[in-house]
């Protein structure tokens, strides 16, 4: 059989039906496979950088996997921003790259790049040594990615493999990794904790969202009657309406929401790693009672040093929690209120910003008004910067797999890129991106993606000539001067550059126009906003702790 053909039996066997690419001389046998398959579809990139944030986006909105294909050194090289993201966000794809053939190895092949550059951007970084061991590979691959903590593993195949008709060897059929449940003697002391507890507090981090526990989550928190914040990378694991929703812990975090957490006599942090940004570097003065739930050992101990840690599948543990943990009396439920408390000073605190109703707005005042006129299930994904800032605090989310944005690795970019991924994973929802015109600009040809496969996005920019957050501490930590590393000499006309890759596309000027616009996210045309936004606002780091 031809590897070609083998390689997309083995994606198809796995479920992996979307493939994100840019074709090359090395690819071209792998894309005469995939063009022969009606039940594969193919998306061809315009730069190798987002074909890994597609597939990034295609997987945190739907749980599921996608594949990507590129050639080696430029494209491989190229796909490793996206990759290192997917791993610090453990979101599981496979990435396939078309090697250097082995007897060219050393001897500085054309793109050839050795193997081993990629071994720290991936979860598993796996080389074909034979052509009948291709498949073996794949598979394995494919397992590890899905095995969690997921994340991203490469495959790397050589050239001359890749026509190759081979006999291939066998491989078990695919079987779904089953997560680590936590054991019975930390459940009970976990479950001791909250059972004492006057004060609780939850923490709920993008580990909620891979493990699809929600609703677990929910259930242990009405019982223990706590207030629950979710990390940045954990927005939209809870529902930003409910009674117990606290807020975002972030680059935006509130002096009322770190008041409250501070104020807990015990912490159940669920599927987070304590990195250092939502943290701020540990300077959150955290419980002694500390319950860290975590499905890597080495963040077990992560700048605090937890009362109960629990190495397990956030489902598996909330599970357990709920059954063991006692429900709070009434006479003591004060969780509501307290979470209401931290909501209502942080809409005082949005107000004055939210009342902006012509050109150029706040960026708040234009989340105001989308929030209010998008589909509650629009899919929305949201790019670094400062407006992803804003975004966590000021665009409530209801849906886990409704919302995406990077973790630690806050690469600028990927809002389109994984807009385009999100569409392709959910073709039945409204999807929107959310971007400024410095993040769009990293990305600007996907706008050429979006053109030709017709995909139905609605890309919100909010336009404003300067890389804003920047911008802001540089005069203020620096003196560097208003608007240090603004264009406003060179202003970005938005409107026209989407038209001419082919895109309908409208600058709005009234909070009444963006209200208009934005209600047509559901037509199925792919469209560009351009959302004038005032250069010298404040950010959301500085804004929400005064």
Known sequence: MQISDAVIDTLRANDIDTIFGIPGKQTLPLNESIGQRPDVRYVMARHETNVSHQAWGYAETSGRMAATVVIPGPGDMNAMNGLKNALNDNTPLVHIAVETEPHVRGGDGIHETPPETYDTV???????????????????????????????????????????????????????????????????????????????FVIAGGGVRSADATDLLLAVAERIDAPVATTYKGKATVPEDHRLFAGVIGGGTSTELRTALEAADVVLAVGTDFDAVWTREWSYDLPTELIHVTLDPAHVGRGYDPSVGIVGDAGRTLRALESAVGAAPEASRTGADRAATVREARRERLAPLAAVETAPFTTVSALRTLRDALPRETVVAADAGGSRIWTQVAFPTYAARAY????????????????????????????????GEGGLLMCLEELHTVAAEDLSITVFVFTNDDYAVISEEAEREYALGEG??????????????????????????TIADLDDVARTVTDDVPRVVSIPTDPVEPQAGTYMTQ
């Open 122 to 200: 991936v979860k598993e970084n796996v080389l074909v040594e034979s052509p009948q061991a291709t498949i073996p590979a794949l598979q394995r691959a494919i397992t590890i990615a899905r095995t969690p903590p997921k994340g991203p593993v490469r495959v790397g195949i050589p050239k001359n493999f890749v026509p190759m008709d081979v006999d291939i060897a066998d491989v078990p059929s695919p079987v779904e990794p089953k997560p680590v449940g936590p054991s019975a003697d930390a459940i009970e002391r976990a479950a001791a904790a909250l059972d004492g507890a006057d004060a609780p």
């Open 484 to 509: 240090a590393y603004g264009w406003g000499n060179a202003p970005l006309d938005i409107v026209a550059i989407a038209e001419g890759m082919g895109l309908e596309a409208v600058r709005v000027e």
């Open 404 to 435: 995406v944005n990077p973790g630690s690795w806050a690469t600028m970019g990927v809002g389109l890129p994984a807009g385009i991924g999100a569409t392709l994973a959910n073709p039945d929802a409204p999807v929107a991106v959310f971007t």
